[in-house]
């Protein structure tokens, strides 16, 4: 079995690493430098960050945190938020991204994925969505980290993403986001077990049976964990421990 | 101080793998001059993106001789990611174009199936294990970029094509990925090609970019 990623998520707004739940009801947690430092450190396997604000504002405001990120964190870095054109994309890249992750511009204008990825590889292009739960079965993405709803149903999306380009989903459940109450797991397992790419599943982690649920039932190829590890319930270096005893492959030797 | 010479011939991001050379002290010229490239103490030759771009961006700057030619000087080479596919001979990526000719072989694509016939995700994307080489039992990683380094140590791999040199002897690490081997590491004399980003796995990765300094 292949290594399942463990991917720390940071969410900004200005400059500052923020939490919320259900993406609403934003709290300051810290500095994002100081934050993703420690969990380079501890062995987070990449970095996701997202500006938060950045569809509001028509601008993702990430250029210098990611510089100095880069600088000294040397991991892959995803980054997110507000991306509308392939010189956002370029400028981006420049400072030391390696993917980059689209939502709310992806589902006005598809064409968007598609160019990005004939640009810069598949491999730099991350789908994001945030899905929200209609009934069993049927979600619908949001957009504007949250705010507006597109409409459109999260699996048909998905599946057109991969066919534009997309190289991976990061796949947000927003009900489950941030209440520490577990994973969606029939949402993650829809999207990654029909589709060729692997999902990011990100929202719901409280406890390590979670973890593991999401991973053995999801069949998410990749986990993203803020809350846990921004408030310190669990260590990286402690989840990846016991994931590695309940028999899932993780890299340990990152620290 | 080590001097660390990048190839910049037009394709995104250099500023990761600088910057990890960086972090060892090394002084960093990024250039497309072919005089430069010619006069390096180290050449890295990074890459991300489609072959034949990438090899175009060479041929327009008029700096693939140039770095065939280092190639032949006895001098450190590292090529990362398509930067080692592109010291084949060639590759099957959108028709066969022909690449620097470092290392004899070509670059294929990795299958959509694995060896057991069942479908698997490609690009192999995320971290993966170094290993020896089956086909190169005799392989030593003392006095390589690999001195350290366990078996076993994971870095971050992110490819869909993937070089096999003809001769066995040419394979420094290899990883499995769908039940089958890969090269993670190509190397000739000084010449290296990583597969994976050493500059993006970690402290492991990092001792690999400082173990080439020490080469």
Known sequence: MHNVRLIARLDIKGPNLIKGVHLEGLRVIGSPQEYATKYYQMGADELIYLDTVASLYGRNNLHEIVKSAASNIFIPLTVGGGIRTIDDITSLLRVGADKIAINTFATKQPSLLQEAAQRFGSQCIVLSIAAKKIHPGKWIALTDNGRENSGMDVLEWAHQGWKLGAGEILLTSVDQEGTASGFDCDLVNAVASTLPIPVIASGGMGTIDHLEAVIKCGKADAVALAHVLHYNKFTISDIKHEMIARGINMRSDGK | ?215
């Open chain 2, 1 to 215: 101080m080590k001097s660390v010479t990048i190839i910049d011939y037009g394709i995104g991001n250099l500023f990761s793998v600088a910057r990890a050379f960086e972090f060892f002290d090394a002084k960093i010229q990024i250039s497309d001059d072919p005089k430069i490239i010619l006069a390096a103490e180290r050449l890295v030759l990074p890459g991300v993106g489609a072959f034949s771009d990438a090899m175009n961006g060479l041929c327009n700057r008029n700096i693939t001789a140039a770095a065939q030619r280092y190639a032949e000087m006895q001098r450190p080479f590292l090529g990362i990611c398509l930067g080692m596919q592109m010291m084949m001979d060639e590759s099957d990526e959108f028709g066969t174009h022909k690449g620097l000719g470092l290392i004899k072989g070509r670059v294929e694509k990795i299958p959509d199936i694995d060896a057991d016939g069942k479908s698997h995700k490609v690009p192999h994307v995320g971290w993966n294990n170094l290993l020896f080489p089956q086909t190169n039992t005799a392989v030593h990683w003392e006095n390589t970029v690999l001195k350290g380094l366990e078996e076993k140590t994971s870095v971050y791999f992110v490819h869909s094509f993937t070089p096999v040199p003809d001769n066995p002897q040419n394979r420094l690490a290899d990883t499995v990925y769908g039940g089958r081997s890969v090269s993670a590491i190509i190397y000739r004399d000084y010449l290296y090609g990583c597969q994976f980003h050493p500059e993006k796995s970690g402290p492991m990765g990092l001792k690999i970019i400082k173990n080439f300094l020490a080469i």
